[in-house]
C-alpha cells in the first residue's frame, strides 16, 4: 500500500504528495473558513464577508480552535466528533511538507522522510507511509464532505438569511 503513495521515482512522488496535501489543506481551509464565517455572519452576505476579508487572517490553529467550540455550542460535536482531530493533523502535515525536501523513503519502515531547515538548523522527520495514506485518502475527504455538511448545519435556517 506504500508504494501506492510512493512508487518508484522518489522525487516525482514525494511533489505529487506534496501537490495533493497542499491542495486538500486549501480545500480544507476554504471550508472551513465558510463553516465558521456561517455562525457569526448576519446574512450570507456578510459571512462571506468575514471569510474572506476576517477569518482569512486569523491562524490556522486558533480557526480550528473556534470552529471546535461553534462544534460544541451547537451540540455537534457528537456528529463531527473527528473533524478538529483530523483538520489538525492535516494541517500539521501541510507545514511540514509545505517546509521540506524529500529525504528518500525507506522501505523498511515504510516511512517517507523529510528535512527542512528552521531557525537555522536541520530538521528531520519521518511519516509511516500508512498513517499518510489513512489521514489524506481515507480521513481528509470524510471531513470535507462534514465541513460541507456543516456550513448548513450552522448556518440560521430563516430564508432572510440566504437571500442576501
Known amino acids: 500500500m506504500s508504494e501506492m503513495l510512493w512508487g518508484t521515482s522518489e522525487n516525482r512522488t514525494f511533489n505529487r504528495l506534496r501537490a495533493e ?31 474572506s476579508e476576517v477569518f482569512g487572517r486569523v491562524p490556522i490553529s486558533q480557526r480550528i480552535s473556534i470552529l471546535g467550540r461553534i462544534l460544541e455550542n451547537k451540540d455537534l460535536i457528537g456528529r463531527y466528533a473527528f473533524v478538529v482531530p483530523v483538520l489538525s ?66 448556518a440560521p435556517e430563516s430564508q432572510s438569511w440566504h437571500e442576501d
Do not use: C
Open 89 to 154: 493533523k492535516t494541517f500539521d502535515l501541510r507545514n511540514d511538507f509545505a517546509h521540506s525536501l524529500s529525504d528518500g523513503y525507506d522501505p523498511g519502515s515504510r516511512s517517507i522522510k523529510l528535512v527542512s531547515m528552521r531557525k537555522g538548523k536541520e530538521e528531520r522527520k519521518s511519516y509511516d507511509a500508512l498513517y499518510l495514506y489513512w489521514l489524506i485518502r481515507e480521513q481528509a475527504p470524510v471531513v470535507e464532505r462534514e465541513l460541507r455538511e456543516l456550513y448548513f448545519l450552522i
Open 21 to 51: 496535501v497542499l491542495e486538500l489543506a486549501v480545500r480544507l481551509e476554504h471550508l472551513m473558513g465558510g463553516a465558521i464565517s456561517a455562525g457569526y455572519g448576519q446574512n450570507a452576505s456578510t459571512a462571506q464577508e468575514l471569510q
